[in-house]
């Protein structure tokens, strides 16, 4: 990246005054007239973004293999795209957690999905922030308004996870200061204090989002910022951070972007931490540019890994199309219980799980669940599909069924462990 900085600039002057010329440089970029003031006063000085032609570029490489990733998602059956995203929910809950060294997996998350008791069973934990990044595909989804609406989102995604030490004490927010540190021993950020201040930050972060006169892209990173710099609670900033990064950058990107951001982000985590330390670093002056760019990368790099899937996703389903009917007539199957098998299929080849419960089938069939219960029972004993879950009871192919189907060359599902 031709564009460079400040602190690099800074090194490589020969000035005698370099702090004066540093300054100046600084007060150049960010009176650009692309640049854009986010308004806050930080002790390094105001936040700004600068617009260099590197950062265009990359905006354009994203907005046109965004058009291809949508036009993918869009040429894939309904039942396909939904499998999709519940295994890209599950992915993304176990990619956050793992950045903040939270364990968890992906059978965990599934199943606190599938509890129909919130309180009941080990992973309850993982149910809300499991939900929350489901509500993305919906078109009905609100964004917050307000810093209460932030709290309140926080309090679903941490559920049950918080002792009572770690709880919230103040007005919203927390009352206490807050060291972010490396290694457990340097601090690398102290969060924003007092509360007062944490709410005008978070504020700015909401208003951030919504500025009419900067790219949608821009503000929700820049938002994103924000967040981890003020810092607001004592444990889980980060998940929530990522979660309401998802939510801003799901207005710009589609909803198999966003959800593959956190494993970009797990994958890459130096991108990920250098693009906060190059704020943090006072010589920057407040610039955000490279946080921009970094973060911008990151989102291309999700872009390419799900773009990667959906395209060996649909070949795959196009060779099993093809063959579904022929499969049908060998195994003398009814309407119906071919209709169980292409869906199943779907389910193995879109999603993280090949199983679907016995309602997702009466659904996706348009059956009533008892004769879809009597189509399963059939497929059974053929040995096409079996009981994967017993409570709820689910049902998945069989590796004679995939078989047959040529499944075994031609599944690209991830392991789901």
Same mark, same amino acid.
């Given at each position: 990246m031709d564009y460079q900085e400040l602190s690099r600039a800074f090194y490589k002057s020969a000035s005698t005054d370099r702090f004066t010329e540093l300054d100046e440089r600084a007060r150049y970029r960010r009176t650009m007239p692309s640049s854009f003031d986010l308004g806050l006063e930080t002790p390094d000085g105001v936040l700004f973004i600068a617009m260099p032609r590197e950062l265009f570029v990359l905006y354009e490489q994203i907005l046109r293999t965004e058009r291809k990733v949508s036009s993918l998602m869009r040429s894939i059956p309904p039942i396909a795209q939904m499998a999709l995203v519940r295994g890209l929910v599950f992915d993304e809950v176990v990619n956050s957690n793992a950045i903040e060294e939270v364990h968890s997996t992906r059978a965990q998350v599934k199943e606190a999905l599938d509890s129909r008791a919130v309180q009941e069973g080990e992973f309850r934990r993982f149910k809300e922030l499991a939900q929350l990044y489901l509500?993305? #595909? *919906?078109? !009905?989804? !609100?964004?917050? *308004?307000?810093?209460q609406e932030i709290r309140t989102i926080y309090d679903k995604i941490m559920d049950g996870e918080l002792p009572d030490s770690k709880l919230p004490d103040g007005k919203i927010f927390r009352a206490e200061g807050v060291d972010i540190t490396a290694g457990g021993v340097k601090v690398v950020h102290k969060g924003v204090e007092p509360e007062d201040k944490i709410i005008e930050v978070v504020e700015t972060m909401l208003q951030t989002v919504q500025r009419d006169d900067m790219p949608e892209m821009i503000s929700a990173l820049a938002s994103h910022y924000l967040f981890e710099y003020a810092h607001p609670f004592y444990d889980g900033n980060g998940r929530t951070g990522r979660y309401l990064l998802a939510l801003f950058l799901s207005e710009a990107l589609s909803v198999p972007t966003v959800l593959s951001l956190s494993r970009a982000i797990a994958e890459n985590r130096s991108i990920y931490y250098r693009a906060f330390s190059s704020v943090e670093n006072a010589l920057n002056r407040a610039e955000m540019t490279f946080f921009i760019y970094d973060m911008l990368t990151l989102v291309r790099i999700a872009q390419v890994n799900i773009l990667e899937r959906l395209s060996k996703s649909k070949e795959a389903f196009g060779s099993i199309s093809a063959r579904?009917?022929?499969?049908? !007539?060998? =195994?003398?199957?009814?309407? *119906? !219980? #071919?209709?169980?098998?292409?869906?199943?299929? =779907?389910f193995e080849l879109f999603g993280m799980y090949g199983t679907a419960t016995t309602e997702e089938l009466a659904a996706n069939i348009r059956l009533g669940k008892q004769m879809t219960r009597k189509h399963l029972a059939s497929l059974e004993a053929k040995d096409l599909v079996w009981k994967a879950r017993a409570r709820p009871a689910e049902f998945a192919l069989t590796d004679h069924a995939r078989c047959l189907l040529g499944m075994e060359e031609a599944s690209v599902s991830e392991e789901a462990s």
């Amino acid at each position: 990246m031709d564009y460079q900085e400040l602190s690099r600039a800074f090194y490589k002057s020969a000035s005698t005054d370099r702090f004066t010329e540093l300054d100046e440089r600084a007060r150049y970029r960010r009176t650009m007239p692309s640049s854009f003031d986010l308004g806050l006063e930080t002790p390094d000085g105001v936040l700004f973004i600068a617009m260099p032609r590197e950062l265009f570029v990359l905006y354009e490489q994203i907005l046109r293999t965004e058009r291809k990733v949508s036009s993918l998602m869009r040429s894939i059956p309904p039942i396909a795209q939904m499998a999709l995203v519940r295994g890209l929910v599950f992915d993304e809950v176990v990619n956050s957690n793992a950045i903040e060294e939270v364990h968890s997996t992906r059978a965990q998350v599934k199943e606190a999905l599938d509890s129909r008791a919130v309180q009941e069973g080990e992973f309850r934990r993982f149910k809300e922030l499991a939900q929350l990044y489901l509500e993305l #595909g *919906k078109s !009905e989804h !609100e964004m917050p *308004k307000t810093p209460q609406e932030i709290r309140t989102i926080y309090d679903k995604i941490m559920d049950g996870e918080l002792p009572d030490s770690k709880l919230p004490d103040g007005k919203i927010f927390r009352a206490e200061g807050v060291d972010i540190t490396a290694g457990g021993v340097k601090v690398v950020h102290k969060g924003v204090e007092p509360e007062d201040k944490i709410i005008e930050v978070v504020e700015t972060m909401l208003q951030t989002v919504q500025r009419d006169d900067m790219p949608e892209m821009i503000s929700a990173l820049a938002s994103h910022y924000l967040f981890e710099y003020a810092h607001p609670f004592y444990d889980g900033n980060g998940r929530t951070g990522r979660y309401l990064l998802a939510l801003f950058l799901s207005e710009a990107l589609s909803v198999p972007t966003v959800l593959s951001l956190s494993r970009a982000i797990a994958e890459n985590r130096s991108i990920y931490y250098r693009a906060f330390s190059s704020v943090e670093n006072a010589l920057n002056r407040a610039e955000m540019t490279f946080f921009i760019y970094d973060m911008l990368t990151l989102v291309r790099i999700a872009q390419v890994n799900i773009l990667e899937r959906l395209s060996k996703s649909k070949e795959a389903f196009g060779s099993i199309s093809a063959r579904m009917d022929a499969f049908m !007539e060998e =195994q003398d199957l009814s309407d *119906k !219980e #071919g209709s169980i098998m292409f869906v199943l299929a =779907q389910f193995e080849l879109f999603g993280m799980y090949g199983t679907a419960t016995t309602e997702e089938l009466a659904a996706n069939i348009r059956l009533g669940k008892q004769m879809t219960r009597k189509h399963l029972a059939s497929l059974e004993a053929k040995d096409l599909v079996w009981k994967a879950r017993a409570r709820p009871a689910e049902f998945a192919l069989t590796d004679h069924a995939r078989c047959l189907l040529g499944m075994e060359e031609a599944s690209v599902s991830e392991e789901a462990s």
